[in-house]
């Protein structure tokens, strides 16, 4: 049983795409990461939502609570977005992690 | 730029050895988590710390211990290294009182040879 669930696992766009990653979780939260894994590398968090919405550059996230459910966009892809982006809940005191969405943007 | 550093970026142990991970947090986060992050899959909650206790743990033997420390930083100790410990380690940081604007390390690549 996983309390977090993203889909797709894999996702290859061309660059320029709009990329949309969505997340849903069966758990009562008291907030939401998106964050970015480069390879080898360590976590990045992009986005902390607890309602609505938020936008940075050309990432946008959004959250809907009732339906517990989150979605993480990107306009205008490019190579360098390339990354595994993965959602995290909060949970009383401890994160509950998707598999992670593999992105790939070919040139 | 992360506020929250981990030691070493990368570590190679031989099974049976003991090691100790280092994450250096923000002044004022008197609650860390580590989390343990095998190949291809999502972190798992190893253990929180607050105010130098533990607060709460995940499905981890007791060779997984931790010590946090006045200074913010803190220690994730792993006794009797297994093959299968060889993982990303993270930790993440929060300051007192807040429990969603956590700051994640970097993490520190653990291999068991």
């Known amino acids: 049983k996983n309390e977090v669930e993203q889909s797709p696992q894999n996702l290859t766009a061309q660059e320029g795409e709009f990329i949309t990653i969505n997340c849903s979780y069966s758990v009562g939260i008291s907030a939401l990461h998106w964050l970015q894994q480069h390879p080898g590398g360590g976590i990045v968090s992009l986005f902390m939502?607890?309602?609505g919405k938020k936008k940075h550059g050309r990432l946008i996230a959004t959250i809907n609570i009732q339906e517990k459910h989150s979605s993480l966009h990107i306009t205008a892809s490019h190579p360098r977005d390339s990354a595994v982006y993965i959602c995290a809940v909060l949970a009383g005191n401890q994160f509950y992690f998707g598999t992670g969405t593999s992105l790939t943007v070919i040139p | 730029e992360t506020g929250v550093t981990q030691s070493p970026t990368h570590l190679i142990k031989t099974r049976g050895q003991q090691v100790t991970l280092r994450c250096s947090s923000q002044s004022g986060h008197n609650t860390v988590s580590w989390y343990q992050q095998a190949l291809g899959q999502g972190p798992q909650f190893i253990f929180q710390y607050y105010r130098e206790e533990e607060n709460g743990r995940g499905n981890f033997p007791p060779r997984f211990s931790g010590l946090q420390f006045p200074n913010y930083s803190s220690e994730l100790n792993v006794n009797a290294l297994e093959l299968d410990d060889s993982a990303l380690y993270l930790c993440a940081s929060t300051p007192t009182g807040h429990n969603y604007g956590y700051t994640f390390g970097s993490g520190t690549r653990l291999t068991v040879v």
């Open positions: 939502l607890s309602s």
